[in-house]
């Protein structure tokens, strides 16, 4: 998919691929990004649309649907990346929205769908998806403008395929052609439009944007407990959770210098007592533990910090890193530079004082500022959020509205 300039994040970027602007004139942002989340029926939403900014904040008390928002996103993400039905929906039937009936023959789903923006202007995805009583996309839609690109419906109960018809504009109007019922559609067209006529490489180039946005998400929940101990030396690539956090500074403090820089500048926002450095130090049985240099000569283990102190280390280690350090799976034929990162954080103040959470919602506003990192977070009481420029918050009560 060819794409003109786009910056990645100021100075810090050439490290782990990214690149710096040519000069200052304002670059022409087109990298692939998740504009819009549509939850027509999930789980306690109907008919819900969710703009997605650069920050962008879920706020509302329990059971509003916070979780529910960000674990369809993933979902999708994880179709756009050839995962199938069962994986990214372990328990579907939990997708369906509660007062949902079943037709005459039992059938119950739910819908969701997003917009991705890029290039190639806004591209729409549409799914509809059944819950029972078999698990299968029975229905999905492709769309920019006007234009349905992709479209597939469950023309035939008993087989394990749907109709498909995509775009062409050549001799026929469509192809048509069966794809399996529990993968994406849209992932698949890349194998199956040859891209020989205008129409079809306008499908492939809307298909693109949009499986380039979906699988350029990382779902991270820091776990303080599985960070305090040494961990053995690995790929160097932060876990979800990450339980590998000083095996990655290991890694990264030799590789990504300036970035490291600043992560130590932004834990001393964060941590009590002065932080001069942070360090990663191998022991003799092969693991690695991290240590707070004080600057003064002593080091405290992590195992000392408290959880809101991890936390906030671990978010901001994700919030100024990329791709290259996350344990994901990105479009690799895609560069970094060409591709906008999103961060899901479910729970993002848990264990965190006011002063973490602003530090890191700066943080995460000022690397939203340059397209480099995108943030979908959802915590409880949003007020704390106020006047922080470039944050956008979904206030949603408990019927799951905003």
Sequence with gaps: MAMPFASAEPPVAEEFGGTLPPDSREPLDVRPRITELRLSAFAGHRGAGFPLGAVTVFAGPSGSGKTTALAAYEAL??????????????????????RARPDGEGRRGFRIGCTADGAEGPVRLDVAV????????????????????????????????????????????????PLPDDRLGTALLPLRVAGKTDGQRRVLAAAEQMVVALRSVFACDPRPDCMRTPVPTGSGRLMPGCDNLADVLWRTRVECARRHGRLVEVLRAGCAGPVHDLIAEPLFDGTVRALLDRGDGHRTELARLGEGELRHLALALVLLTGSGVLDMDPP?????????????????????????????????????????????AAVQDASWCAGTEGVAVVHLDRDGTP
Excluded: K, N
């Design 332 to 376: 690799g034929e895609v560069p970094d530079a060409l591709r906008s990162l999103t961060v899901l954080a479910d729970g993002f103040d848990r264990s965190l004082d006011p002063g973490q959470r602003r530090s890191l919602l700066r943080l995460a506003a000022r690397m939203g500022e340059y397209g480099h990192i995108r943030l979908v």
């Design 130 to 177: 059944q819950a029972e009583p078999q698990l299968r996309i029975v229905g999905e839609r492709l769309s920019a403008g006007d234009v349905v690109l992709l479209q597939t419906a469950l023309r035939d109960p008993g087989r394990r395929a749907v109709q498909a018809a995509w775009h062409t504009a050549g001799t026929a109007p469509v192809t048509r052609a």
């Design 77 to 98: 993400a994880r179709l756009a990346g050839g995962a199938p039905l069962v994986e990214a929906f372990p328990d579907p039937v939990a997708c369906v929205p509660e």
